[in-house]
């Protein structure tokens, strides 16, 4: 669990020096970084989409992900639950993204891809933590330029990298034979679908619930052993 726990110390050290930067720009200058960010997600969003293999899984995983967040309401009980995080954090009158859409979009960020699915798994079998030490330097890196547009809700996002990761690590023995180098592409695939979504709600082109998509992101764990 060593590389798991560096890995959220990384976002919320990261996310510290971010606030501290966003202090010092000027209002005027928030929304052009947010949108420039936004343009940034929807790079990384193309990229890593087209590592998937199979559109089938995708389309599938896509909907049926749908269903379940939507049934389950998961973008609404995030939005609460950061609404009264929002209250005690954000100033009286301060303009700006929530902190359920900073929490959200490092969420995704932080926690799709490969170096997630296999670094941890690579902890948790053999105790090599070397990817996710690697990860930690490009999440804390990246939590800076996200936490000066995107505010304090990356910070926590530090919780869903440690949720996340940490269940994969302690489950390493059981998921490891399903999660082929297929199963990873297409999980990866479906999670970047997730980020263009996210980055065109960063650039204000969209209103995507994208929370509720996030099942999407696990479904081909169960589709590719059929297809």
């Known amino acids: 669990m060593l590389g798991v726990i560096v890995n959220a110390a990384a976002v919320v050290a990261g996310s510290a020096i971010g606030l501290l930067l966003k202090k010092g720009i000027p209002a005027k200058f928030t929304d052009m970084i947010m949108k420039g960010v936004g ?8 990229s890593g989409s087209l590592k998937g293999e199979n559109t089938l899984v995708l389309i599938i995983s896509i909907v049926i992900g749908a269903v379940i967040g939507e049934a389950c309401d998961l973008d609404g009980h995030l939005n609460r639950f950061a609404e009264g995080i929002e209250q005690r954090f954000k100033k009286e009158g301060k303009e700006g993204p929530s902190i359920a859409e900073g929490f959200v979009s490092a969420s995704l960020l932080f926690c799709v891809g490969a ?3 296999v670094g941890s798994l690579q902890a948790g079998l053999s105790g090599d933590n ?6 930690s330097t490009l999440d804390f890196i990246s939590s800076i330029v996200f936490t000066s547009a995107l505010g304090i809700g990356v910070m ?8 996340l990761q940490g269940g994969i ?3 390493a023995q059981f998921v490891a034979p399903v999660l082929s180098d297929y199963v990873i592409a297409e999980m990866t695939c479906a999670g970047s679908i997730l980020i263009i979504a996210l980055g065109l709600n ?12 996030m099942p999407a992101m696990f479904i081909p764990i169960a589709l ?3 297809m």
Do not use: P
């Open 39 to 46: 343009l940034c997600v929807l790079y990384i969003g193309i």
């Open 115 to 117: 170096m997630t699915i």
């Open 130 to 135: 070397e990817m996710l030490f690697t990860k």
């Open 156 to 163: 926590f996002s530090a919780a869903f990298v440690l949720l």
């Open 169 to 171: 690590v302690l489950l």
């Open 202 to 213: 960063l650039v204000g082109i969209t209103k995507f619930k994208v929370m509720n998509y």
């Open 224 to 226: 590719c052993q059929f």
